[in-house]
């Protein structure tokens, strides 16, 4: 991989800043790492071990020279099914099979396909992620006892209900301590993380007043070991592999969407711009490493990375840094931290799902209504009561279904004469009525693009429009901007109706990707390269000299401006008196056509 860029002109000065905005994210990571793995269902010094590894791995692997990497809460619901249905040695072959694939799906240039996932989709899941880590801790927040967790959202609630008569007074005011520093430090002192000092403070309080009174991280998980992670392959057979298959693509999934919405959001912090093909093999190097250690997938971390660049951040360093801080923080305090109250944890946990719900982005798609809004609810909804798998997947689909009737919507299909009154004669759909249509050429405008989900009304407009048999069919293809091989299909049933009949089929406009499609499947030629015409006036001109003349003779309908001469005596119209090509019939000025020879 390339470094150019990411440490050019690096000097002390630059280094100095990296080492203050590393140390300040390392400080607020530490509390953070240990409350995700606790609600990911794993030991508290998992959570420290991948913040430490996967945060120096993707600061210098990755895409973004800013983004800080680790254990983020929208990975909790996943990986708490996970260690419930699978258990925690096969969630660490999860996470590498992940890693796996999202090296691949780097090295593949999928990056910037992963952008494309519509945004009510992503906002429904995170806000149901939301509520899945909210609600998860509710029952440390109140100190409930002998609690059975479950998957599903609906049993954990009843849980709570049922013992809700054991609610722990001394929890609920350490929770208070720590909720109450949170919320208001950043006004005081914004600089100052919150989150620690809340933790630091009301664990404090809780081992000199209410000692014995509240579970601990010792109580509930055992001591945390001050020792480095140790080097350990998992066992990785076959059968786990196509077990895992499954829940490792949607952490690969998940972690690759947020580590580029992350990263996304650095860019507009900073006026730079990631690779985001990089930022993917990073990510997927990280989540192969760290579980060999015991650490839980990571990914980019959206807070985190925003408080690395406001706190100065300069390059990637401050992000290795940040892993260091940690590292050093578990070798010399890892004793003190099993004295951390759950109830201390929980606020914590609770206030990230508040920050990451974006509740007011969910209003606003809400407000507006529409096709959006129904996918927003569904995949949060889907999110909570299911699981994010399911979510995604039926939000993808639904979206996808309803992205394909509002294009098949903005497919219109005129069919049109000219307007004598209009100055260049545009043509327009109310000239076409009974008693007002021309028997012999019947034109058409197509507008919107011409794909599997509006082909067969395209077809089906024509044909039920089409009283007569005309000799000609005119279709205005300036406005279809895109046309597939489904489209093609059904222009080319209409064309083999037409040609079948003696009839010919003339096309003015045809952009340049309908016009490719058309050479490739070989229409191009059935057609003919003389019935192709770059402007509609050309293609009247065309059809006038085309003419069943006599047919013409007494006809009352006066279509076109040639009509009135070959309605009298069945004469070949005077071309010369029509307007100049491009202005005559369409009233607009077409872009120059080139056809192919």
Not at 137 to 166: P, W
Not at 556 to 577: I, V, W, Y
């Amino acid at each position: 991989m390339k470094w150019t860029g990411r440490f050019e002109g690096y000097h002390a000065s630059a280094f100095r800043k990296d080492l203050l905005s590393g140390l300040i994210v390392g400080i607020i990571a530490i509390p953070l790492g240990m409350a995700f793995a606790i609600a990911s269902g794993v030991q508290p010094a998992y959570g420290l071990y991948t913040t430490i590894i996967a945060g120096i791995l993707i600061s210098l692997l990755g895409g973004s020279k800013f983004q800080i990497g680790g254990p983020t809460g929208a990975f909790i619901p996943i990986l708490f099914a996970i260690v419930m249905q699978y258990g925690y040695e096969n969630l660490l072959i999860a996470g590498l099979m992940a890693g796996v694939m999202l090296v691949i799906m780097g090295a593949l240039r999928l990056g910037a396909l992963i952008k494309f996932i519509p945004r009510p989709v992503t906002l429904g899941f995170t806000a149901g992620i939301a509520v899945t880590i909210f609600s998860g801790q509710i029952a440390n927040f109140l100190g409930l006892r002998d609690i059975e967790k479950h998957e599903e959202f609906i049993s954990n609630m009843k849980e709570i209900g049922i013992h809700i008569t054991t609610l722990n007074v001394y929890s609920l005011l350490t929770a208070g301590i720590c909720l109450a520093v949170i919320l208001v430090l950043p006004r005081l002192a914004p600089k100052v993380p919150a989150s620690l000092l809340g933790l630091i403070l009301s664990t404090l309080v809780a081992a000199f007043l209410f000692k014995g009174q509240v579970a601990t991280i010792g109580s509930a998980f055992g001591a945390i070991p001050s020792a480095l992670p140790k080097f350990s392959l998992p066992d990785l057979t076959w059968e786990r592999i196509i077990t895992l298959i499954q829940p490792a693509f949607v952490i690969a999934m998940l972690g690759g969407i947020e580590s580029l919405l992350s990263a996304v959001v650095a860019d507009g912090m900073t006026g730079t711009r990631h690779n985001s093909n990089r930022e993917l093999i990073g990510q997927g190097i990280a989540n192969i490493v760290t579980p060999l250690f015991g650490g839980i997938p990571a990914t980019g971390a959206i807070a985190r990375t925003a408080t690395n660049i406001k706190s100065g951040a300069v390059s990637p360093i401050s992000g290795v840094v940040h892993g260091i801080v940690v590292l050093l923080v578990l070798v010399v305090f890892a004793p003190y931290a099993s004295h951390v109250p759950l109830a201390s944890m929980a606020p914590i946990l609770m206030v990230v799902a508040w920050n990451m719900s974006e509740r007011k982005a969910f209003a606003h798609v809400l407000k507006t209504r529409t096709s959006d809004s129904i996918v927003l609810v569904i995949t949060f909804l889907l999110t909570v009561f299911t699981s994010l798998t399911t979510a995604v997947e039926v939000g993808l689909v639904l979206a996808a279904l309803l992205f394909v009737k509002r294009m098949s919507d903005i497919m219109k299909v005129a069919k049109v004469l000219p307007d004598p009154s209009h100055k260049h004669e545009k043509v327009m759909p109310h000239m076409v009525h009974e008693g007002h249509d021309c028997p012999q050429v019947s034109m058409y405008t197509i507008e919107g693009p011409l794909f599997f989900g509006a082909a067969d009304l395209f077809e089906k407009s024509i044909t039920d429009t089409l009283h007569q048999r005309p000799g000609i069919l005119l279709l205005r293809m300036g406005k279809v901007p895109f046309m597939d091989t489904t489209g093609e299909s059904n222009l080319a049933s209409i064309v083999k109706h037409f040609q079948s009949h003696g009839g010919k089929v003339l096309l003015a406009g045809v952009q340049t990707q309908p016009l490719e499609v058309l050479q490739r499947t070989g229409l191009y030629t059935r057609i003919g390269q003389e019935h192709f015409f770059a402007h509609t006036g050309e293609a009247i001109d065309y059809a006038m000299l085309h003419l069943n003349s006599k047919q013409c003779i007494g006809c009352k309908h006066l279509a076109f401006r040639e009509c009135a001469t070959l309605s009298q005596a069945g004469l070949q119209p005077d071309m010369n008196q029509r307007p100049v090509a491009g202005q005559t019939s369409t009233g607009v000025q077409q872009p120059a056509f080139a056809t192919p020879k």
